[in-house]
């Protein structure tokens, strides 16, 4: 693996999998099926991008990145590429920054609180990665 990664990139985003894989059991994601696409605006380069990961029964089902606005998902969550970023670093907490209005969430609200806790376990791995943010 090189140093960095370039974050967003399909090496990222396969190095996520590998590691939420690893990381991440069925019990520790009490067994969730649900997805999450988040819609970057604002990248550098002038594009939107996204991050979309799904879970089935508590095991990764899928990870993905590119350009546009990604696959349908049961949260949209939606907001500048730098939030992104800070929470990819572990600078900013994504619970902060959606109570604060810095991301836009689309989907059941009381659901989404809930799901709090696994969504931080998932960014605490994905802060791990070395990564290069210049995309």
């Known amino acids: ?3 960095k990664l370039k974050y967003l990139s399909g090496e990222w985003s396969r190095e996520v999998k590998k590691r939420l894989e690893k990381g991440l059991t069925p019990e520790k994601m009490n067994n969730l099926t649900s997805s999450m696409t988040n819609l970057y605006k604002n990248c550098p380069g002038g594009t939107d991008m996204f991050f979309h990961v799904a879970f089935k029964d508590g095991a990764v ?3 993905e990145t590119g350009e546009g606005t990604g696959p349908p998902a049961e949260f949209l ?4 590429y730098d939030i992104f970023a800070a929470i990819s670093r572990a600078e900013m907490g994504s619970q902060k920054a959606l109570m604060t209005g810095k991301l836009k969430l689309k989907g059941n609200m009381v ?3 809930k799901l709090a806790s696994l969504v931080d376990r998932v960014n605490r791995i994905i802060a791990e990665i070395p990564m290069d943010f210049d995309i």
């Open 61 to 63: 089902d899928a990870v």
């Open 111 to 113: 659901k989404a609180l």
């Open 77 to 80: 969550i939606t907001g500048n």
């Open 1 to 3: 693996m090189p140093e």
